[in-house]
T-cell receptor
Framework: KQEVTQIPAALSVPEGENLVLNCSFTDSAIYNLQWFRQDPGKGLTSLLLIQSSQREQTSGRLNASLDKSSGRSTLYIAASQPGDSATYLCAVLTGGFKTIFGAGTRLFVKA | GAGVSQTPSNKVTEKGKYVELRCDPISGHTALYWYRQSLGQGPEFLIYFQGTGAADDSGLPNDRFFAVRPEGSVSTLKIQRTERGDSAVYLC??????????FGPGTRLTVL
């Protein structure tokens, strides 16, 4: 059974700091991995999608990497801003087209 | 519409009542998913539709939960004999080819 774990559960950093969020999954047989952002009381917004054959994806200040063999992904956020404060969720698409989510990392960027 | 919409945004009901939650996906998206999210947790998979058929309903917790998508577009999640443990945010998502998921804002269900 696929399980997705995110570390840390919560993180508080000063504005301008670069940071890394971690995601691990137990079954390497995935089709893709997505990172989402969720603001309080809102739905999820897809930030980056990495196909199983890819190693990384970049969008603006965000860079996500994927090491499928070790079951790990990282989300790197450069020059963090208070507007980046949100919960970040990692999710993997498994066989059967079921996307399994981690519990998320709550990020707070202090001005 | 431009995105996935869900109605109602909030639903308060009494234990034992029947509720319906509606999802309107992005036009042209053949894949539709229902998830349930409890406070402090990631979304939990409930059911996946490809077109009109439920391709995977293994996440439905019991037979009180049922979902339909009769014309391959709008979907309705139906919960019979609601229980307090059903209280959660119910999220709907759609995608074009099981790739990037686009989520709606969710329906917050409270069972008193």
């Amino acid at each position: 059974k696929q399980e997705v774990t995110q570390i840390p559960a919560a993180l508080s950093v000063p504005e301008g700091e670069n940071l890394v969020l971690n995601c691990s999954f137990t079954d390497s047989a995935i089709y893709n991995l997505q990172w989402f952002r969720q603001d309080p009381g809102k739905g999820l917004t897809s930030l980056l999608l990495i196909q199983s054959s890819q190693r990384e994806q970049t969008s603006g200040r965000l860079n996500a990497s994927l090491d499928k063999s070790s079951g790990r992904s990282t989300l790197y956020i450069a020059a963090s801003q208070p507007g980046d404060s949100a919960t970040y969720l990692c999710a993997v698409l498994t066989g059967g087209f079921k996307t399994i989510f981690g519990a998320g990392t709550r990020l707070f960027v202090k001005a | 519409g431009a995105g996935v919409s869900q109605t109602p945004s909030n639903k308060v009901t009494e234990k034992g009542k029947y509720v319906e939650l509606r999802c309107d996906p992005i036009s042209g998206h053949t894949a539709l998913y229902w998830y349930r999210q409890s406070l402090g947790q990631g979304p939990e998979f409930l059911i996946y539709f490809q077109g009109t058929g439920a391709a995977d309903d293994s996440g439905l917790p019991n037979d009180r939960f049922f979902a339909v998508r009769p014309e391959g577009s709008v979907s309705t999640l139906k919960i019979q004999r609601t229980e307090r443990g059903d209280s959660a945010v119910y999220l709907c998502a759609s995608s074009l080819d099981s790739g990037r998921l686009f989520f709606g804002p969710g329906t917050r269900l409270t069972v008193l």
